[in-house]
């Protein structure tokens, strides 16, 4: 299920859904005697098509054929809708399927899922504001780890996690503001292209500051503030 967002899934099974529930209902008024030897042949196929419509969503859906073809228009339509939304689900789903077998990374899109995983959250050394909601993410998830500091040469190599790179190959996330991650990284001389392919990021919050500090160009305190 995993290979889908659940709006995709709500969305897919609602269409089919609905499209069954019409199925059915088109069954109900048919006329009472629609299938006796009288009736025409066309109206037989239309009957026995929308009673065995379950079925034949099964059959759909596993791509397999149908012994029957409904006469009506309407009916031709939702089968067109019918196989049409069969065939993403079993194409799409597939590829998805295959894709996140054919890529060794582990699926991280929320701060949860770093806790889900079992990483080892690392601070800047130098970062006391961020240390502190560090912490405060220790405590609140009852997680049983020490808080780790990371200096500013390790900042980006601590991350990777490819053991060819001869790194630490550990899963670790870095609590950072965003904006000063990228400048350190273009510090250290890493590139646009290494980093998107390497490292990916993951909100914790908003953490807004009205104010900041100010120092003049080439003071001793610069590298202390640049973290705060």
């Not at 959250?121 to 220790?138: M, Y």
């Amino acid at each position: 299920m995993a290979a889908f967002e659940k709006e995709l899934w709500i969305t897919l099974i609602g269409v089919w859904a609905i499209l069954l529930m019409s199925l059915q209902v088109r069954l109900l008024l048919l006329p009472k005697n629609v299938s006796s030897a009288h009736s025409s042949s066309s109206s037989i196929k239309d009957y026995r098509f929308s009673k065995e419509s379950v079925l034949w969503s099964v059959a759909i859906v596993c791509q397999k054929s149908w012994y029957l073809n409904p006469y009506s228009t309407t009916l031709r339509m939702k089968v067109i809708l019918g196989t049409i939304v069969s065939l993403i689900v079993y194409t799409a789903y597939s590829a998805s399927i295959v894709s996140s077998l054919a890529v060794n990374k582990i699926p991280v899109k929320t701060f949860t899922d770093l806790i889900s995983f079992s990483f080892i959250f690392t601070v800047h050394e130098k970062s006391e504001p961020f240390q502190t909601i560090l912490r405060g993410i220790l405590e609140s998830f009852d997680l049983s780890q020490e808080l780790v500091t990371i200096s500013t040469e390790n900042e980006i190599s601590h991350l990777i996690t490819d053991s060819k790179l001869d790194v630490q190959s550990s899963k670790n996330a870095f609590v950072s503001p965003a904006d000063m991650f990228y400048q350190t990284a273009k510090t250290l001389k890493y590139s646009d292209t290494f980093i998107c392919n390497h490292i990916s990021s993951v909100a914790v919050g908003p953490a807004l500051h009205k104010r900041g500090p100010l120092v003049t160009k080439g003071s001793h305190h610069k590298e202390v503030l640049n973290h705060m």
